[in-house]
């Protein structure tokens, strides 16, 4: 039998994937995409918020033709007790042109899409495989062995986009360690059917238009993490997600937490009426800069949530993939026109990643997953005290306003000390400053 | 809703073969239960993991690949590996 040869194999076909294969198909290399689902997107879930900007640099006309579901034109943060919440947000009615900044997806929609551009430049889409190994050739990684019979296949480079908790890194020495219940959140969501004149309305938006709300606080009851609800065209993604050492140590199951969600008073009437269409969970790589893997070694790269690129406090991770594939495809190529795919040459991915947003974020955020897994309390205390300040000063029951303002301040420190607001406000803002 | 309701709704391919088992069922009925009161049988999102009085059984085939076991088990007890290619669970939305 003839080896099977390519320039480059990439596992897996989500963002990071597909944006690495179709660059380096687009550049004329030989590229396989391996997919173990049945189709791209089969395994994939997230909340369902996707950017414009990193899609454009590889596809600038997708807006016409994506199987995008709302655009953003409002996001709304929840800051929640059991039964009120502090709203805040933002809403514009500028038209956003032809790069939408966010939108809505359903990943297994979407992930299909975006992969069968990659095979329009040109890569040849393996669907239905898993890669068990990685085959090593000349001291460097130069194929793949997937699961088929005879199912060994060849190439120059390996791009390793295999997801969260990635079984290749480890077998390319690229993720040396075990990776901590801290460092990963596990995220449910639902797909919850409703006509689309109904979430319009409900939603106060036009066709085509969507909202995206953030909910903290009471609703992850004392987790690190976050509730969410998202408008699609007919249907609405509605999750949550807290880190997997705080769900050990609560016990609280993740259909609990979610059911709860579903039922806080101020969520249950956006849901009337609706029906569950899907249920989904996935676990997120939360742990940021210091717990990602090395980047790359001979004949090898890593991209997307393989790699740890989430940026957990400001709901993405999809555009850090994209962006990551797609570098790592530039860097394949490059290294193809110099016929040198060692270590040292494949150096410049991390380069690449450095000079843009995608290290310049995670390396920001790089305190943040630790704060959030000690204080899980924090999204208890702070959001019940800002209903409970909020609430005060709204309740008109002939108080002066001045002893209001002494009350609420007796409450909040009689609550938290003095001390302890300060020492918070520090901590915090030394984490995302 | 019920968990077991919402998995009903959720297409699968089923292989045969099992892509989960536990390493060592001692370490279920010990030092986990102390230390930790077996974290899999409430964390896992599709109720894979239950104990039985003896040892931890896994219902591999409601199994929707999150992962989540793979960091959650604190003793790293459960052997978890990706389902055949094309098995497992076939999200339709995601």
């Known amino acids: 039998m003839t080896e099977e040869k390519f320039d480059a194999i990439v596992v897996g076909a989500g963002p990071a994937g597909s944006a690495a294969a179709y660059t380096m198909a687009k550049a004329g290399l030989s590229v396989v995409l391996i997919e173990r689902g049945e189709y791209p997107g089969a395994k994939n879930v997230m909340g369902g918020v996707m950017y414009g900007r990193m899609l454009a640099d590889l596809i600038p006309t997708f807006a016409a033709e994506a199987p995008i579901e709302r655009v953003i034109m409002e996001e709304r943060l929840w800051i929640t007790t059991d039964d009120s919440a502090v709203i805040l947000g933002h809403k514009t009615a500028a038209p956003h042109g032809e790069v939408p900044n966010a939108f809505t997806v359903l990943r297994a929609k979407f992930d299909r899409w975006f992969a069968s551009k990659a095979e329009q430049a040109g890569a040849f889409l393996i669907p239905a495989t898993v890669v068990e190994d990685l085959i090593m050739r000349d001291g460097k990684v130069g194929g793949v062995r997937t699961g088929r019979p005879d199912g060994d296949l060849y190439a120059d480079a390996v791009v390793l986009c295999d997801g969260v908790h990635s079984f290749l890194a480890k077998k390319a020495g690229l993720q040396t360690r075990e990776i901590a219940p801290h460092e990963v959140a596990l995220a449910v969501k639902e797909i919850i059917t409703l006509p689309p004149d109904l979430i319009q309305e409900r939603f106060n938006v036009g066709e085509g238009e969507g909202v995206t709300i953030e909910l903290y606080g009471a609703v992850t009851q004392e987790m690190g993490g976050y509730g969410f609800i998202y408008t699609n065209r007919d249907s609405l993604s509605v999750g949550v997600g807290a880190l997997i050492s705080h769900f050990m140590r609560t016990k609280v199951t993740p259909n609990e937490l979610l059911e709860r969600l579903k039922q806080h008073p101020l969520v249950q009437p956006l849901l009337a009426g609706g029906q569950v269409a899907e249920y989904l969970a996935h676990a997120i790589p939360e742990g940021g800069y210091r717990a990602m893997p090395r980047l790359y070694g001979h004949g090898v790269l890593i991209a997307g949530d393989a790699a740890m690129m989430v940026n957990g406090l400001h709901r993405e991770g999809s555009n850090l993939a994209m962006t990551a594939g797609r570098l790592a495809g530039e860097t394949v190529v490059e290294a193809k026109g110099r016929n040198d795919f060692s270590a040292t040459s494949l150096a410049s991915y991390r380069r690449r990643l450095e000079e843009s947003f995608v290290l310049k974020d995670l390396k920001k955020y790089q305190h943040l997953p630790e704060f959030v897994d000690r204080h899980p309390e924090l999204l208890r205390i702070y959001p019940g005290l800002v209903n409970l300040a909020i609430h005060e000063m709204l309740t008109v029951d002939g108080m002066p306003k001045r002893d209001k303002q002494r009350k609420i301040w007796k409450a909040v420190t009689a609550r938290r000390p003095l001390w302890r607001l300060i020492t918070d406000a520090y901590r915090a803002w030394k984490v995302i400053r | ?94």
Not at chain 2, 7 to 28: A, E, G, M, P
């Open chain 2, 1 to 94: 809703m019920k968990l077991e309701e919402k998995l009903y709704l959720l297409s699968y391919k089923h292989d045969k073969q099992s892509h989960i088992s536990i390493r060592d069922n001692d370490i279920c009925g010990t030092a986990c239960a102390k230390t930790w009161g077996r974290p899999c049988t409430t964390f896992c999102p599709a109720n894979v993991y239950a104990w039985d009085g003896e040892k931890i059984t896994a219902s591999f085939e409601n199994c929707v690949e999150c992962t989540s076991c793979l960091t959650g088990c604190p003793y790293h007890n459960i052997d978890w590996r990706l389902p055949r290619g094309g098995y497992g669970v076939q999200y339709r939305n995601g």
